[in-house]
């Protein structure tokens, strides 16, 4: 448990945001690091030869990658308090709406703002789908964790910081399509954790038209 | 588990859920379904296979997995489980026999990823090659390549993945064995030229010399005969 902690990260990565999220829910003291992406440094390079990506979680010298692979990894080390459940049904079905969230809530999202037209208006679509069935997982439930925050809502909440970019370039809004979505992230954001490690949406809005000017979408 | 005082303790909450039925709902061309009853069988685990028609899909599948509506699924009890790595994962805590995981978090973390790197790479260029042709084709197996010259670099400790036995790194390289091979052969090229890959080479003739690794393959001509199909 002791050793350095370090902790490689994007401002703007709602994959970096998980790290911290976790990090912070388990009082874990570590270093971050800004990485300039447009120029890695060294120690990302060496870090994670094979993508070149943060987040990257350095402990005592030893390095992982892989958001979803790096919050288990925290969630195993620093045991309280626990983010994923017990049970190992429990588990199976959290590790299922992580995935959900990794394969459908990012790439929609990205599509959205990436996208102009009828290729847009398909990429909004997708995205309320997508939230609309993460919503059902919610249910009544405060957080996906159930009573507490836990692993589904440490792997989902940073996107929240990101629908403000969404919904100005698609042109909706997550509070009329998912009120208890959005109900959900308001409830996030009052733990310390969270608020801490999520940006301020305007200045995510401002990074995506930075991001279009250069991925040439306009 | 086990005599304790001179009396048999059983932890029936464990039992009663180790005895539960399971049942893989699954496709037999599919390396994903592979993965799981590779699993299933390294762990000694009773399993019901149900094949099922993806072109005409069973209420049993639709119900048990409706977001996805994808095979591999497993059945334990009621309970259904889907997404190979997170049925996987299921497995190995469920029946915690015969570890496919080491146990220490950091060599877990390191297993998870190289799991996901083969799945991420390697998958795709078997879709690739059967859906494309002349330069998207080639740009997908020259993509493979590149992709074992790293797995080679990084994942192999030993005999296996694993090292010394087989992990769930092993389990996800399957797609590497007969899928490859065939789709090769499909194509009239070695995607693992022993001569260039002579570690993964190896590995996948000490893989495939396992009796359990072996029998559930899917039959070689039925997979070749599928595969130029979609051609």
Redesign the interface.
Known sequence: MGGEVVLLDFWASPFGMRARIALAEKGVKYEYREENLANKGELLLKSNPVYKKIPVLIHDGKSLSESLIIVQYIDEVWKNPPLLPEDAYERAVARFWADFADKKLYDSGTKIWKSKGEAQASAVKEFIENLKILEGALGDEPFFGGEKLGFVDVMVVPFVCWFHAYEVHGGFSVAAECPKIDAWAKRCMERESVSKALQDPEKILEFVGFLKKKYGVE | MGAKNGEYEHDYSTMA?NEHKVRLLGAWASPFVYRVGLALKLKGIEYEYMEEDLKNKSPLLLESNP?HKKVPVLI?GN?P???W???L??IE??WPENHLMPQD??D???T??WS??IDDKFIPTLGMVLKTQGEEQEKAMKEAEEALK?LKR?GLKGKFFGGEAISIVDISASCLSIWFEVLGEAIGTKFIDSEKFPLISSWIEEFTSIDLVKESFPPRDKLRAYHKSLL
């Open positions: 859920k977001i334990h309970n489980v889907s997404e790595v997170v049925i994962e299921y805590e469920t978090p950091y877990r973390a390191t998870r990823f996901k790197f790293t990084g």
